[in-house]
């Protein structure tokens, strides 16, 4: 008797269910901002990506109505074929100025820009160095491109030397890929003796700027600005999705590396280009990115008060470390990080718990906005001092 081939699949949902690990979603039904209702109730939101409070910008809204008014709300094909509109240059262009690169190349999101870009620079002769904690779209990048991988320890220079001396020799060409800032942790990749790694072991470098741009350098162009390595060959990767309000991804870089990746990246060739509302969106969010760097200061500061209201009141919470606006509550357990993430629900905060297998060791993941007040600042100390007790 044969079994049922799809048997299986509930039997894992059981496990993950068993593990604590069963993930759902849960509906706002309001703009994103610092309050979002929640399933039926107003909540302070520490769980978004929206660092500077532009997803439900004005500006942003009227440049999707207007683009959508103008071109319509698909774009009706792959760059190549029907789906190139002038937005899109305009926006290659606005990222490029930000980045201070040749050029610029948009995909249809974050994940796609990882998964095409690292499978059209790498393949079965070469190798890839990547820090243990990447993001998906850097390891899935990694294993489509059918290249050797090797994770070095996170963040871990002498590890990533170590990985270098042993196994570079081996291989035709070698890229060294990180997250800037990672993504569940909050903190930052050693990207100046990277890029001296990468010199001394002729290695090429993507450094995935999703959590930096619009938020770390002074003019916003992320953590690569922030380490004054502007102007270094390296290929930069991000997202419109996050502090710039929108959707999509991009990797900034030189003339000729934007040209290949033109013809090369699968995830840009053959996917539908970028709608006219999300690509309008994320040029508006460029342009105040680079007029308003006062929403940026707004941000750290906000950043440094939560810190210090926690260094005040709960000096014993296991904060991991952080240096961006991603602060993460360290937990013991899967179950654990559920009862904390459900108790501040039912006290009127949305901040997540992140379980494995996203993460190694489970979290609140708690993520600052420049539009944040004191007020809900204070609340979210108060909340957790309650719970600690
Ligand atoms: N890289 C990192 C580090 C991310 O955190 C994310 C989003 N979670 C992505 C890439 C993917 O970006 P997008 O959401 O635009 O697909």
Partial sequence: MLTDPYNWIEQSLTTIHKADWYRSVQTIQSRSGAIVQLEGRKVINFASNDYLGLAADERLIQAAIAATQEYGTGSTGSRLLSGHRQLHRELENAIASLKQTED???FSSGYLANLGTIAALVGKRDLILADQYNHSSLKNGAILSGAVVVDYA????EDLK???????QHYRRCLIATDSVFSMDGDFCPLPEILELAEEFSCMVLVDEAHATGVLGATGAGCVEYFGCTGKTLIQVGTLSKALGSLGGYVAGSTALIDFLRNRAPSWIYTTALSPADTAAALAAINIVQQEPKRRTQLHQNLDTLKQLIAQKLPHLKLLPSESPILCISLDSAADALKVGQQLKAAGIFAPAIRPPTVPTSRI??????THELAHLEKLVDVLSAIAR
């Fill in 104 to 106: 610029a190349i948009v």
């Fill in 154 to 157: 996170h963040a871990d220079v």
């Fill in 162 to 168: 170590s990985q270098l001396v042993q196994h570079r």
């Fill in 365 to 370: 993941r708690i993520s600052v906005m420049a």
